[in-house]
């Protein structure tokens, strides 16, 4: 699927625990201007419902697990996170929905740019139609 990857970050163990470097440019693929995390959600809600225009962001489950629902307008794909080491590349126009948050979950979240709702889409049907022409051209 396009806008979407997976990332392998490295673990460093040395019998003290695991330590997992992530490095703005070089691990992930943007400049991290703003990192935020969810804890505490109940299993039965569902988080994101939109889209960004510009915002790229990466999705590590730290702890727990977590079901992300991605969407681009072509195709839908489930990915469920559960491993530190793994991160989720989402790029602009890609529809996502956090779902099945397991009671221990935390979701780490990098973003390339700081918070600014102009740069949600929140509605379904605008998603649609921004993302046709923004993918055709
Ligand atoms: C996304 C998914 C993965 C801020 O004030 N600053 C922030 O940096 C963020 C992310 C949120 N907020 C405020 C805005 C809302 O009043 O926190 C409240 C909850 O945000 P929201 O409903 O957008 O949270 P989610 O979980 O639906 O979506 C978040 C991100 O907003 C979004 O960019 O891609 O996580």
């Known amino acids: 699927m396009f806008n979407i990857g997976s990332l392998k970050f490295k673990r460093i163990s040395d019998g003290r625990g695991d330590l997992t470097p992530i490095e703005s440019e ?34 590590v489950c730290l702890n727990g697990s977590i079901t992300v629902t991605l969407d681009n307008t072509v195709e839908r794909q489930e990915v469920v996170l559960a491993d530190p080491t793994v991160g989720l590349y989402v790029g602009p126009y890609v529809w996502r929905e956090m779902h099945d948050f397991s009671a221990d979950s935390t979701l780490l979240v990098l973003a390339s740019d700081h918070y600014d709702e102009s740069d949600y889409i929140r509605g379904y049907d605008v998603f649609q139609s921004e993302a046709r022409k923004h993918f055709d051209e």
């Open 26 to 59: 070089t691990d992930v693929p943007f400049v991290i201007r703003r990192v935020y995390y969810m804890t505490a959600v109940d299993s039965d809600v569902v988080r994101g419902r939109h889209a960004h225009r510009a915002l790229h962001q990466v999705l």
